[in-house]
């Protein structure tokens, strides 16, 4: 079992930055993948970024491509997003998830995660 909890969130401008915080607690893994979605008011849940044990982030969706960066502190056992040239269509409930799967699997897929923080909302205004 694994917890998660978000933080950082609020408001921002547009082409402003926020820095996301997900902190993590519980069993641990030795490779424990740790990523972070968003669900916009009636949209899907939506996969934004993950990143390895060892510090290997994935891709995201063309609409965050080259603006969200993703690391680890794993003493602090911290993830952070780090978002900039936020838009209006960020704004979103920003979740964390964590799964310590090997093998074959899809990262961008909400249900390869079991582990899941409450989520921070995020709202970008122009």
């Known amino acids: 079992q694994v917890q998660l909890v978000e933080s950082g969130g609020g408001l921002a401008q547009a082409g402003g930055s926020m820095r996301l915080s997900c902190a993590y607690s519980?069993?641990?893994?030795?490779?424990?993948?740790v990523g972070w979605f968003r669900q916009a008011p009636g949209k899907e849940r939506e996969f934004v970024k993950a990143?390895?044990?060892?510090?290997?982030?994935?891709d995201s969706p063309a609409s965050m491509k080259g603006r969200f960066d993703i690391s680890r502190d794993n003493a602090k056992m911290i993830v952070y997003l780090q978002m900039n040239s936020l838009k209006v269509d960020d704004t979103a409930v920003y979740y964390c998830?964590?799964?310590?799967?090997?093998?074959?699997?899809?990262?961008?897929?909400?249900?390869?995660?079991?582990?899941w923080g409450q989520g921070t909302q995020v709202t970008v205004s122009s």
């Open positions: 998830a964590a799964h310590a799967r090997n093998g074959n699997y899809d990262v961008w897929g909400a249900s390869e995660y079991p582990y």
């Open positions: 519980g069993r641990t893994f030795h490779s424990l993948v």
């Open positions: 990143i390895t044990e060892s510090g290997l982030s994935t």
